[in-house]
């Protein structure tokens, strides 16, 4: 048995923002891993996928500039080669991680973590023990009960591929399929999306997700709300998928079926019920402090902890960082989620900041609401971009922004500003008086509250 002030479970974004800030305040850390250090967002999420993006963002420029000077012809991506381009930043971030664990005194562990007591875990044949230990382990496909799930792929095998196959169906409607499906489009496939419910990605304002699906289906991805996969079937090297929509069944015939609808907490291994941690899809039942609500030697933290926060890269770090002051000094600190703005990173891509219409009006605030089609500004305009709106939500007691949605290109920036507002409880007044560089983006806040 090896004993340490704190175990973590994970290699992360909260795993090691927690593991450094403990080891370089003088703790015992061992951090263990079975996948190679670095996390989702580094290796198999956010980063990848953006230089993926990059591609497409570049053929997408170059079509919206069509007849304004730009000639098209001869356009297009080199999956391969944009592959290699995506490796030469994934290929160095795990011996990069973890060589910064090492240089701050942290333990490095590889290979699967499981419970056996209520502060131990074995790692092959090796125990470790913990005065605390930190569930970072992230998350995972969600299981879909349908026929044929052993012939989907998820977003780590689609960042993977060799070569794009030409026809492709997306199952779901989130974050994942309408990113991916924006990249594979711009790349030459054919690109379906089907998704059960009747307008995808609820958690963004519904006005603006219109205009995305407007502008999905301008690229040449069809979009089919209401569809409900029934089965998946492999025949002769490719797939067919039989599904039903308003009671009628839609066959489609593609090379690749790619799961994007939904993830849940990566906790079944880790054999919780030996440690009697608590947990569900979300995550470890945590308290505010996000320590577990049944044993209080474990927190947890990022997507395997069932807290109030975004499954985020920047809340990952947050909370790994809130758990680590929790643990050495105890519980004193509380994850503030106010003003973490989250986005969709389609091209062009989709934001939100805090609270959605309903929302607002669900709480009972008295508000107005700034709408603007901004498809027609100067900024847009100019890239070649008439698809593009803002709506913010501003409190007419206070002054105050209490949210703000956009979508058009370069709003992923632009969202910053607003959360900054949020966080720090500034007044629309307080934003017009900023003076902006111009022309850029940014210039355009003040007319948009």
């Given at each position: 048995?090896?004993?340490f002030d704190?175990?973590?479970i994970g290699a992360?974004?909260?795993a090691?923002?927690?593991a450094?800030?403990?080891?370089s305040s003088g703790w015992?850390?061992a951090?263990?891993?079975e ?5 989702t ?17 570049i053929v997408d420029?170059v ?17 391969s ?9 994934t290929?160095k ?6 060589g910064?664990?090492?240089k701050n ?5 590889h ?7 209520h502060k131990?875990v074995?790692?092959d044949?090796?125990?470790l023990e913990?005065?605390?230990?930190l569930i970072?382990?992230g998350a995972?496909?969600?299981d879909l009960?349908?026929p ?9 095998q ?8 030409k026809?492709?169906?997306?199952v779901g409607?989130g974050f ?7 990249i594979?489009?711009r790349a030459?496939?054919t690109?379906?999306i089907?998704?059960h419910?009747?307008r995808?990605?609820k958690?963004f304002d ?7 699906i ?10 089919h709300?209401r569809?409900?996969v029934h089965t998946?079937?492999?025949i002769?090297g490719?797939?067919?998928?039989i599904a039903e ?6 066959n489609?015939?593609?090379d690749l079926?790619?799961h ?7 906790l079944d291994?880790?054999?919780?019920e030996a440690?009697e941690?608590?947990f569900?899809e979300?995550g ?5 402090y996000?320590q577990s609500?049944?044993?209080?030697t474990?927190?947890?933290a ?5 807290t ?6 920047p ?13 050495l000094?105890?519980?004193?600190r ?8 989250t ?8 934001t939100?900041v ?8 669900e709480?009972?605030?008295?508000y107005?609401?700034r709408f ?8 847009n305009?100019?890239?070649g971009?008439d698809c ?10 206070t ?7 956009l979508?058009?290109?370069?709003y992923a920036?632009l969202i910053?500003i ?5 966080q720090?409880g500034?007044?629309?007044a307080d934003?017009?008086?900023m003076?902006?560089a ?5 210039s355009?806040?003040?007319?948009l509250?």
């Open positions: 048995m090896e004993s704190l175990v973590v992360g974004t909260a090691t923002s927690t450094n800030r403990c080891a015992s850390v951090v263990v891993d996948l190679p250090y670095g996390g967002c580094a290796l198999r999420g956010c980063d990848p996928k953006k230089m993926l993006r990059r591609g497409a963002e420029a079509h919206l500039m069509r007849g304004k000077g730009i000639e098209t012809a001869s356009l297009r991506i080199n999956w080669d944009l592959m290699a381009f995506k490796r030469t930043f290929d971030i795990p011996d990069r991680v973890e910064s664990l090492i005194g942290v333990t490095t562990f290979g699967e973590a499981r419970f056996i007591d131990s074995e790692v044949d090796t125990a913990g005065r605390y230990i970072a382990t995972k496909p969600r009960e349908i044929g799930t052993e012939f989907l792929i998820d977003s780590t689609f960042m993977e591929l060799e070569a794009l196959p026809r492709i169906l997306f409607g994942i399929s309408f990113e991916f499906a924006h594979a489009a030459g496939s690109v379906h089907i998704d419910g009747a995808p990605l958690a519904p006005d603006l997700v219109d205009k995305l407007q502008r999905t289906e301008n690229v040449g991805i069809e979009f709300p569809t409900e998946i079937k492999q002769d490719s797939f067919k998928v929509c308003d009671g009628n069944e839609q489609w015939n593609v079926v790619v994007g609808a939904g993830r849940v907490a990566e291994r880790l054999n919780l440690a941690v608590e569900n979300k470890v039942t945590v308290n505010e996000l609500t049944s044993n209080p474990v927190y947890a990022g997507d395997a902890g069932d109030d926060g975004w499954p985020l890269t809340v990952s770090f947050l909370e790994g960082r809130v758990a680590a002051s929790n643990m000094k105890g519980n004193n509380i994850a503030d989620y106010r003003g973490v703005p986005v969709v990173f389609t091209i062009p891509e989709l939100r805090g609270l959605l219409e309903s929302e607002a009006t709480l009972g605030l008295d107005r609401v603007t089609d901004t498809g027609g500004w100067y900024a305009m100019r890239v971009e593009a709106a803002v709506k913010v939500l501003i409190n007419n007691q002054d105050e922004i209490v949210g703000a949605h979508f058009g290109p370069e920036e910053n607003f959360g900054l507002a949020i720090f500034l007044k629309t934003l017009k008086k003076v902006s111009y022309p850029s983006v940014g355009d806040l003040g007319a509250i």
